[in-house]
């Protein structure tokens, strides 16, 4: 056994999860067959191991038509989960990034199943460089979600780590309320008509290459990495901010520097 893989034993995962995560961290986007393969373990336990790891959510999934492909999260993970031995967790990060690296192709996609799913997008977002986040808010964020993660937990984390925000809202009275604390909540709004503006589902631009797509009703959530795709919905993003109607009421009481 590695100094490393006795490490992440030492931190909670077992012995079989430790080399499926390890497995999965070097060969990328992935199979089960291959991952058992590599990690030697039966194909069987493997199975075991790779939803156990999706719980902890250090695995994720993505499809490729009737293809199903696993792979490791970012191993900065591991300290979100295991945050009683951050320490161990932080000696072992160069060589978890190194392995981590190595990958040619790594996934563009990421899927995330259930309310616990949601959330983990939301922390992806805490946990990128960036120091803004451009949303188009879905009126389904007050009703078809939990507002206290929110209120409890992300906001004042975002806050903290002085992440902004700029976001287009439907013109509904419970959104107005999110509005008017935009000052203390580093954020900008403008609300439109929410007659013309009905849309189902929440989209985040945030980092340098990323961009998250939300269903609270459905109850998933994808995370997309792509240079492309982030830098077209920005531009797309700008253009409504700055061409929506003189009449759209706004809540800036002040140009926030970012």
């Known amino acids: 056994m590695t100094n490393l893989e006795q490490t992440l034993i030492e931190v909670g995962l077992s012995h079989n999860e430790t080399r499926v995560y390890l ?32 719980t902890r959510a250090l695995l994720g999934v993505s499809k490729k038509g009737r293809r199903t492909f696993y792979f490791a999260q970012n191993p900065k993970k591991l300290v979100d989960s295991f945050d009683e031995r951050r320490e161990l967790l932080l000696r072992a990060m160069p060589e978890l990034l190194a392995i981590s690296n190595a990958i040619d192709v790594k996934p563009k996609i990421q899927y995330f199943e259930g309310k616990a799913g949601i959330e983990e997008v939301f922390k992806d977002i805490l946990r990128s460089s960036g120091k803004e986040v451009l949303e188009w808010y879905s009126e389904s964020y007050v009703t078809d979600f939990d507002e206290k993660f929110f209120s409890a937990y992300f906001t004042p984390e975002r806050i903290k780590k002085g992440i902004h925000v700029r976001a287009i809202l439907p013109d509904r009275p419970d959104l107005q309320k999110l509005a008017e604390r935009n ?25 340098k290459r990323k961009v998250s797509v939300i269903s609270f009703k459905e109850e998933f959530g994808i995370v997309i990495e792509s240079e492309i795709i982030h830098d077209s919905l920005k531009n797309f993003f700008e253009l409504m901010w700055e061409y929506l109607p003189s009449q759209s009421k706004t809540f800036t009481r002040t140009e926030i520097p970012l």
């Open 23 to 54: 497995a999965a961290l070097e060969l990328g986007g992935t199979t089960i067959s291959r991952i058992a393969k590599k990690s030697k373990v039966k194909r069987a336990t493997t199975y075991l191991a790779v939803d156990a790891l999706k």
């Open 183 to 207: 000052l203390q909540e580093l954020r900008q709004t403008k609300l439109l008509d929410s007659a013309k503006y009905h849309i189902r589902m929440e989209l985040n631009v945030y980092d």
